[in-house]
């Protein structure tokens, strides 16, 4: 099956720096990728969602200045978040779509999850 | 924004029981996808059901759907320990999924 991975696991920073989290899709082409953050014992919240080359789509609510997003290939993109606050600790997990397959739907594959905890 | 609505947000059963989750959504949708998280890990897929299908069975898990009523259930036969877990449902629709608010199902031994 389609393997995704996350890099770090998981990332513990001082408040007012910057955090990059890598996704990548180890064996197939992602035309399209995810983030989502997830709070204790909450769901997963979409927080924006970028194609290749393009510029990402944020949610509602969600700062693009605070959140940047970055999919420069077909198999990676980043998430920055930039000036992290402790408000900002949350599990952080990415997605990533394919439609190189012969399926009747799009199928989306999710990386393991990156902890961030800001102090 | 959140599409999906559970119900119960949190169900705990003796070991052997059965588990039923439910899930209702607002708009159309393509599909709807069925996922269990353990504590602090990530998504596990479970199954999908297509906008045109009204049943789908795997394993121990039989999930429905009634595009009327824009809802699904998860039903889960002679649960097991290791069946603790959060479950959610996801609604895929304008290329993307959306996740409800999840049901933490906890299994006593």
């Known amino acids: 099956g389609a393997v995704v991975s996350q890099h770090p696991s998981w990332v513990i920073c001082k408040s007012g720096t910057s955090v990059k989290i890598e996704c990548r899709s180890l064996?197939?082409?992602?035309?399209?990728m995810f983030w989502y953050r997830q709070f204790p014992k909450q769901s997963l919240m979409l927080m924006a969602t970028?194609?290749?080359?393009?510029?990402?789509?944020?949610e509602q609510g969600v700062e693009k200045d605070k959140f940047l997003i970055n999919h420069a290939s077909l198999t990676l993109s980043t998430l920055t978040v930039t000036s992290a606050h402790p408000e900002d600790s949350s599990f952080y997990i990415c997605?990533?779509?394919?439609?190189?397959?012969?399926?009747?739907?799009?199928?989306?594959?999710f990386g393991p999850g990156t902890r961030l905890t800001v102090l | 924004s959140q599409q999906g609505e559970e119900d119960p947000q949190a169900l705990s059963i003796q070991e052997g029981e059965n588990a039923t989750m439910n899930c209702s959504y607002k708009?159309?949708?393509?599909?709807l996808q069925w996922y269990r998280q353990n504590s602090g890990r990530g998504l596990v897929h479970l199954i999908l059901?297509?906008?045109?299908?009204r049943e789908k069975h795997s394993g121990r898990l039989r999930v429905t759907l009634d595009t009327s009523k824009k809802s699904s259930s998860l039903l889960i036969t002679a649960s097991r320990a290791a069946d603790t877990a959060s479950y959610f449902c996801?609604?895929?629709?304008?290329?993307?999924?959306?996740f409800g608010q999840g049901t933490r199902l906890t299994i006593n031994p």
């Open positions: 708009t159309s949708i393509n599909n």
């Open positions: 064996d197939f082409q992602a035309t399209t």
């Open positions: 997605s990533a779509r394919t439609s190189g397959r012969v399926r009747s739907y799009n199928e989306q594959f």
């Open positions: 970028s194609n290749e080359g393009s510029k990402a789509t944020y």
């Open positions: 996801a609604t895929d629709a304008a290329q993307k999924l959306v």
């Open positions: 059901i297509r906008s045109n299908e």
